[in-house]
C-alpha cells in the first residue's frame, strides 16, 4: 500500500467517525426556510467571471460550510452575500443572492444596513486598535446605541459568549485589541461581529491563522453560535468542515472556463459519507488537486 | 568552509556600495549640520533676556547702549542722536563718529517677530488643516473616484510651486482689495503652501492603515465616514501629526509670501487686519541692515525660528504619544 492510499483511507475513516459521533441539535432535513437563497448568481472581476451561475438554498440557523480547492470562488461567493465587493472597482454580480426573500443587489438595497444584518469574521483576526471593550462596541456605537450600561452589557455577554470573558475581563480598557494573542484576537473579531445581533455571520477561513488548539475553541463557539445564528463558513479544513457543518456546500474551478461553478450542495453528513459527485468524493479523500 | 571563488569580488562591491551609501549621506547631512552650527554659534551671541523680552529699538539706542549718553529722538531731525553728521562734517557735539554706531552691539529683541510668527503660522495652519485633513481623507478614503487623480495631481503642483506665488495670489486678491497688508493676509499666503503638505501626508498616512481594518468596519456595517473617523485616523494619528508639524515648519519659515502680504512691523501687534512682525521678515529686514548690532540679531532671529520649529514639534509628539500610549 503506498502511502498516499494509506493516508486516504485514515482520513476517510477519520471522517466516518467525526460525522457519526457528532451529536446535531436539529437537522437540517426539516428543511427550514431558507435564509439566504442563491439563484443562477455569477460574479465577475471587470470581465473575469469568478463564479458561474451557483444556485443554493442557505438553511436559517444552521451552519453552511463552503469547501474547494484554492481560487474556485468560495470567498468570492461568501463576500458576495453581504456586498463586501462594493468597494472593489469593476466587481458586479448577475443572477440573485436574496436574503430574507430580498435581492440584496436590488439598487434600492443600502449596503451599510445589509451588512449590520449580515456580520463578517475574517481570515486573519483584524481587531481595530482600539481597547478591547471599543473592540466589541464598535458594532454597538455603529447601531447608534448609546446607553453606556446597555453596551457594558452587551459587550460583557458577547464576550462571554466568545468565551474570551475570563482571559480579557480585567484589562477591558486597559488593553489594546491588536494587543492580544492571534488566538484571542479571533474570538474578539467573533465577539465584535455577535455584539450587534447580526442574523447571519460569515466567516472566511477564520481558524486559518490560527493553532490547532485555537481553531478548536473557535469551532466550538461557532457551535454553542449556531442556534442563534445562520453561518456560513469557508474552511480548507474538511475535518472542520464535517464537525461544525449541517451542510456543505463543494465548489470547483471549471478548468475550461476558469469560473468557479457549485459541484454539489448537501447535508454534511451526506457529503462526508456518501456524495453524489465523483469530483466531490475525490477532493473530499484527497485525491484531487 | 569553502568560499566561492568570485566571494572576494563579492566583498569588494558590497564595500564599495555600502561606501557610497555612507559618503552621499555624509554629503546630505554636513550642509545641514553646518547650517545648524553656524546660525547656533552666530545666533546665539544675539541671545540676552532683552532678546526675547524687547521689540525693535532704533539705532540711536545702539549709541546710547554704546557709550551710555540718553539718546535723545527728535522726530524733526531723526539723525540728531545718532551723531549722523546733517552737512557731511564731523559730529560738534562731540558725539560718536559713524563708525562707532554702526559698530554698537545687538540692541532690542525680537519678541513681536515671536509672536507674529506665532499667530500668522498659527492661524495659516488652523485654515489649513480643516481643508487638508479632509482633502487627504478623499484622497485615500474615496480613491476609486477619478476626480481624486486630478486633485492629487493639482495637490503635487502646488506643493512644487514658488511660495511667492502664494503670496502674489493673495496680494491681488486680498491685499489691494482691502487697501491693508495684514495678518490675516499673510495666514491666507501660509495657509495655500501648507494645504499640499497636509493633503499629501494625510493621504499617504490613511493609505498605510491596512485595507482589513477598513474591511472590518464596512462588514460591521459602518459608513466610510465613520469608520475614517473612529479607526484609521486614529490608527494613522502620528504619521498625520507629522505632516501638520511640516506644514507648521514650512509656513514658520516662509519669508517672500510674508513681504508681499503682512509688511512687517517694529512693534508688537495683535490686530489681524493690520501689518504684523514676523521672525523670518526680521531675519530678512535685519540681514540688509547696515548695523552689525542688527545683522547679529537677525542670526538671533534665525535661531528662534529653528527653536520655535523644534519646541512645537517635540511637544506636539509628545502629547500624541502619551494620547496613543494610554490606551495600551
Ligand atoms: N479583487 C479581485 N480582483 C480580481 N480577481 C479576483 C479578486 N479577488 C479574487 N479574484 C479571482 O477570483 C477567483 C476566485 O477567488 P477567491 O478569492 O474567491 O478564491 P477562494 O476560493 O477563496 O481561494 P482561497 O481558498 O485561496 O482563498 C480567483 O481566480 C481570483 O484570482
Ligand atoms: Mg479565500
Known amino acids: ?289 | 568552509m569553502n568560499t566561492p571563488k568570485n566571494y572576494r569580488w563579492r566583498k569588494f562591491v558590497d564595500q564599495v556600495m555600502r561606501g557610497s551609501t555612507v559618503f552621499a549621506t555624509g554629503c546630505a547631512v554636513i550642509p545641514l549640520i553646518a547650517i545648524i552650527g553656524y546660525v547656533l554659534t552666530l545666533g546665539a551671541s544675539a541671545l540676552s533676556v532683552q532678546f526675547f523680552t524687547d521689540v525693535y529699538q532704533p539705532p540711536n539706542m545702539a549709541q546710547a547702549a554704546a557709550d551710555g549718553s540718553t539718546p535723545a529722538f527728535d522726530p524733526n531731525d531723526p539723525f540728531a542722536g545718532i551723531g549722523v553728521p546733517t552737512d557731511g562734517t564731523a559730529p560738534a557735539d562731540g558725539t560718536a563718529p559713524v563708525a562707532d554706531v554702526y559698530a554698537g552691539g545687538p540692541v532690542g529683541g525680537v519678541l513681536h517677530g515671536i509672536i507674529g510668527t506665532l499667530i500668522i503660522t498659527g492661524m495659516g495652519l488652523l485654515f489649513a488643516l480643516p481643508i487638508g485633513i479632509f482633502a487627504g481623507i478623499y484622497l485615500s478614503e474615496y480613491r476609486n473616484e477619478r476626480y481624486a487623480t486630478i486633485v492629487r495631481f493639482c495637490c503635487d503642483v502646488l506643493s512644487g510651486s514658488p511660495s511667492i506665488v502664494a503670496g502674489v495670489v493673495i496680494y491681488i486678491l486680498v491685499v489691494i482689495r482691502s487697501h491693508e497688508f495684514s495678518a490675516i493676509a499673510g495666514s491666507l499666503a501660509l495657509m495655500i503652501l501648507m494645504i499640499p503638505i497636509v493633503t499629501r501626508t494625510t493621504e499617504e498616512m490613511l493609505k498605510l492603515v491596512p485595507e482589513s481594518m477598513r474591511e472590518a468596519a464596512r462588514g460591521l456595517g459602518a459608513p466610510t465616514w465613520y469608520s475614517t473617523f473612529t479607526v484609521i485616523i486614529p490608527a494613522a494619528l502620528p504619521g498625520i501629526v507629522t505632516g501638520v508639524m511640516l506644514a507648521f515648519a514650512r509656513g514658520a519659515g516662509e519669508t517672500a509670501p510674508l513681504i508681499l502680504t503682512v509688511l512687517g512691523s517694529n512693534v508688537i501687534s495683535t490686530n489681524l487686519f493690520a501689518p504684523m512682525a514676523s521672525l523670518p521678515l526680521l531675519a530678512y529686514r535685519y540681514t540688509e541692515s547696515p548695523y552689525p548690532g542688527e545683522n547679529t540679531l537677525a542670526w538671533g532671529a534665525a535661531f528662534v525660528l529653528m527653536m520655535l520649529v523644534l519646541v512645537m514639534n517635540i511637544l506636539v509628539r509628545v502629547a500624541t504619544r502619551r494620547r496613543a500610549g494610554a490606551s495600551r
Open chain 1, 1 to 289: 500500500m503506498t502511502m498516499r492510499s494509506a493516508m486516504t483511507l485514515s482520513r476517510s475513516i477519520g471522517f466516518a467517525d467525526l460525522v457519526g459521533t457528532r451529536t446535531r441539535t436539529r437537522s437540517a432535513t426539516d428543511s427550514v426556510n431558507a435564509k439566504i437563497e442563491v439563484r443562477n448568481f455569477s460574479f465577475f472581476y471587470g470581465n473575469f467571471k469568478a463564479i458561474n451561475t451557483v444556485s443554493m438554498d442557505i438553511p436559517a440557523n444552521h451552519v453552511t460550510a463552503i469547501i474547494g480547492p484554492s481560487g474556485c470562488g468560495k470567498s468570492t461567493l461568501l463576500r458576495a452575500i453581504n456586498r463586501m465587493h462594493d468597494a472593489t472597482i469593476g466587481a458586479h454580480a448577475e443572477g440573485e443572492m436574496r436574503f430574507d426573500g430580498v435581492n440584496v443587489y436590488d439598487p434600492a438595497v443600502d449596503s451599510v444596513l445589509l451588512r449590520r444584518r449580515v456580520g463578517m469574521v475574517f481570515q486573519r483576526p483584524n481587531p481595530f486598535q482600539l481597547t478591547i471593550f471599543d473592540n466589541v462596541a464598535y458594532g454597538l456605537r455603529v447601531n447608534g446605541m448609546r446607553d453606556k450600561k446597555l453596551i457594558a452589557q452587551k459587550v460583557e455577554e458577547s464576550l462571554k459568549r466568545a468565551a474570551l470573558w475570563d482571559e480579557v475581563k480585567d484589562r477591558l480598557f486597559k488593553s489594546l485589541g491588536t494587543a492580544l494573542s492571534g488566538g484571542q484576537q479571533q474570538r474578539l473579531c467573533i465577539a465584535r461581529a455577535i455584539a450587534s445581533d447580526p442574523e447571519v455571520i460569515l466567516m472566511d477561513e477564520p481558524c486559518s491563522a490560527l493553532d490547532p488548539i485555537a481553531s478548536l475553541k473557535i469551532e466550538d463557539l461557532i457551535d454553542d453560535l449556531r442556534d442563534q445564528f445562520t453561518i456560513v463558513i469557508v474552511t480548507h479544513n474538511m475535518q472542520q468542515a464535517a464537525r461544525v457543518s449541517d451542510m456543505t456546500a463543494f465548489m470547483l474551478m471549471n478548468r475550461a472556463t476558469r469560473a468557479g461553478e457549485l459541484i454539489e450542495f448537501d447535508q454534511t453528513d451526506k457529503m462526508f459519507t456518501a456524495p453524489s459527485d465523483q469530483r466531490t468524493e475525490d477532493y473530499i479523500s484527497g485525491q484531487f488537486g
